[in-house]
């Protein structure tokens, strides 16, 4: 059985990077060899074994055709005739095109350790118009290797992708992924730059392309700040400040409604984070109550750590938690709960928490000086 490391594995042990997983190509096998062979068969496109110890993926050689269009118009060759050169033409770029054999020799038929040498980005072959899911994965790259540069011959394929209307046949949900991982990598402003610079960017994310300046800089502070794609989204979708084509986006993309919501809070209160310490009781209170504070607490705490990743301002988070802290626990009475009904007992609490407030404010407020204490 001659089996091969491939793709981003041979890639990151090129670069001294960290291996996250590990992709097997087998080739001159089989179907039914693999499976007499004990390895378990999944995959429902084409066939990938897993390996009956260490459960790693092992894929047959294949070749692919473009029969439609979209990220599924493909059909498969996996037969035992599929040589590993053929298998490395259909993947999306050099650097992802080496392979690695049982005895360490490498395999790179299409200058891809060339290409790691000289930090390009390069598609393998002029197949790589054939799957539009390539334009993002290029994007994302250079979001993780941001000293790469992306080839002028590629970048030409990538623009004539977006012209003849293969981006529009993206599926939303890989759409949205791809954008999840680009947002967790070290430079994730590298994936707008380049989707803007092969005219994708109108077409997959029109929110960003009217505002990229605003954008780009939004990224470039935050990530500076925090590594969670998370944070990165919210707060990049927070600077278009356009909540009608932020919310068309994320249902478009069918972005985690968790997501959803706390890009909401930030768009609607960000300014009210800034205001903290000017606010009476009674609007600190309406505050707590539109966040939702007193039910979804984490939710609240996480709306904190974003203002303060977004302002700099760890002083009005303290405030807050200060504040929220006091007001959170009523005391109720057995007797009370028992003998009144859900709206007397919700204004009781709105009440008490009202009183504790103004007496937290109080507090915070700077002593008068004495009469000794007074400079005349």
Not at 231 to 249: G, K, N, P, W, Y
Not at 261 to 271: D, H, S
Not at 349 to 364: A, M, T
């Amino acid at each position: 059985m001659n089996i091969y490391l491939v793709g981003g594995a041979v890639r990151d042990q090129l670069l001294n990077l960290p291996i996250k997983e590990k992709d097997w190509v087998v080739v001159g096998e089989t179907q039914r060899s693999m499976l007499a062979a004990g390895f378990k068969q999944v995959g429902k496109d084409f066939p990938v074994f897993l390996h009956p110890k260490t459960k790693e993926e092992y894929a047959l050689a294949r070749k692919e055709r473009k029969i439609a269009q979209g990220y599924h118009g493909f059909e498969f060759d996996t037969t035992a005739s599929v040589t590993l050169e053929e298998d490395l033409l259909r993947r999306d770029l050099t650097i992802n095109a080496i392979a690695k054999s049982e005895s360490n020799a490498l395999i790179d038929p299409y200058d891809g350790i060339s290409d790691l040498k000289n930090k390009i980005l390069r598609h393998v072959s002029p197949a790589f118009v054939e799957d539009p899911v390539r334009i993002l994965r290029v994007a994302r790259f250079a979001a993780r290797f941001p000293d790469f540069k992306v080839a002028e011959e590629t970048n030409i394929l990538m623009k004539q992708m977006a012209q003849d209307g293969e981006v529009n046949a993206l599926v939303s949900e890989r759409v949205w992924k791809e954008f999840e991982k680009a947002m967790s990598e070290v430079a994730p402003w590298r994936f707008i730059e380049v989707l803007s610079d092969c005219d994708a960017l109108p077409i997959l994310f029109p929110i960003f392309h009217s505002k990229k300046i605003e954008v780009i800089d939004c990224l470039r502070k935050i990530s500076e700040r925090t590594i969670d794609a998370f944070d990165r989204i919210v707060l990049v979708m927070q600077s278009t400040h356009s909540f009608e084509a932020v919310e068309h986006l994320y249902k478009q993309y069918r972005a985690p409604k968790p997501v959803f919501e706390i890009t909401q809070l930030m768009m609607k209160y960000e300014c009210d984070y800034e205001t903290a310490t000017k606010k009476s009781a009674k609007e600190l209170l309406n505050l707590f109550i539109a966040l939702d504070a007193f039910r979804r607490e984490d939710r609240f705490k996480y709306w904190l750590r974003l203002c303060e990743i977004i302002t700099s301002n760890t002083q009005n988070s303290a405030y807050f938690l200060s504040a929220f802290n006091e007001i959170n626990k009523i005391d109720l009475s057995k007797n009370f709960v028992e003998n009144n009904h859900g709206r007397v007992i919700g204004l009781y609490i709105e009440n008490q928490r009202l009183k504790k407030l103004k007496h937290f404010l109080r507090g915070r407020l700077p002593v008068a000086p004495t009469r000794d204490q007074r400079k005349y």
